[in-house]
């Protein structure tokens, strides 16, 4: 056999082998790199197994359990299902989330409406229609004033709505449902349960059993409260400040004027249509875009 082509192989062998030696190497390194990356502290976590709504009380089938490395352990979160077993909630929690303490009420305080109450604070329920509960469109977790009409005792005046006495009041549930539709319609509901403190919930007792209550909606982002002097009816017809000048001069009282007839305004002009100026050496033109000249 010839001897150089003895030597080509055998140098293709030696070249062959330190290849496959540093391949061997970088794979090895990279497999020991990948299981010390890996942690070995994991700690069981205990997860949502399905979506659970507010005023749910939590079962064992409503659990799982996951592993998570302890230094990313949520705080507020569970290690055992024996702790979040039949705890109401307060809050939503999606399928696969942790189960964290600030979305559970005690243990014993019941279920439905109640946990989602605070301390100090009183859930009313008022008798709505599609008027007073503003179309259907009042859904839990909103915001809204309420407005209160009446004949008040003693009153020449026929009808007055009081001042905003009860404002930014939140919506727990519209009829029995304590969450928004997943599509976000309309809930027409006979009853609307508003928060309030114990105060408000004697107004607004006594406003629904004595007068006619109007639920008005406001931004959710707003918290301002409002100081308004109230409404009565002969303000709505101009006739208050005629009769008070009246009494106070002792003149007898004058017939009642006729509603103002306020009248719309003008239309705004229409806008002006795009102009282009158009220069030719010495001559300047201008042309309209998208219109006659």
Do not use: C
């Amino acid at each position: 056999m010839d001897r150089r082509f003895l030597t080509v192989l055998g140098v293709s062998l030696l070249f062959a082998l330190v290849i496959s030696s540093v391949f061997y190497q970088m794979t090895a390194r990279a497999g020991s790199s990948k299981k010390a990356a890996e942690p070995s502290d994991l700690k069981d976590l205990v997860l949502a197994a399905r979506p659970l709504s507010v005023g749910t009380t939590v079962k064992q089938t409503d659990l799982k359990l996951g592993k998570v490395p302890s230094s990313a352990f949520p705080k507020g979160a569970f290690s055992k299902p024996e702790e979040v077993i039949g705890r109401p909630l307060i809050s939503n929690v999606l399928i696969d989330e942790p189960v964290l303490e600030g979305r559970l009420a005690a243990r014993g305080s019941g279920a439905g409406l109640a946990p989602i109450i605070p301390v100090g604070m009183r859930a009313v329920t008022v008798r709505v229609n599609d008027v007073t509960g503003i179309a259907g469109f009042v859904l839990p977790g909103m915001r809204v004033d309420v407005l209160v009409t009446g004949h008040p005792p003693n009153s020449e005046s026929s009808m007055t709505a009081t001042p905003l006495q009860l404002q930014n009041l939140l919506v727990l549930s519209a009829g029995t449902v304590m969450q928004p539709d997943a599509r976000g319609q309309a809930m027409p509901a006979p009853t609307v349960t508003l928060l309030g403190t114990p105060e408000q919930a004697e107004t607004l007792t006594l406003a629904s059993a004595d007068a006619r209550i109007q639920l008005v909606l406001r931004n959710g982002s707003d918290q301002t409260i409002e100081k308004t002097p109230g409404r009565d009816t002969a303000e709505l017809y101009g006739e208050h400040e005629v009769h008070k000048n009246d009494h106070e001069n002792n003149t007898p009282a004058r017939p009642r004027s006729r509603p103002r007839i306020i009248s719309a305004a003008p239309p705004p002009p229409p806008p002006l249509p795009d102009q282009i100026v158009v220069i030719r050496g010495t001559q300047k033109s201008v042309e309209v875009v998208g219109g006659g000249k």
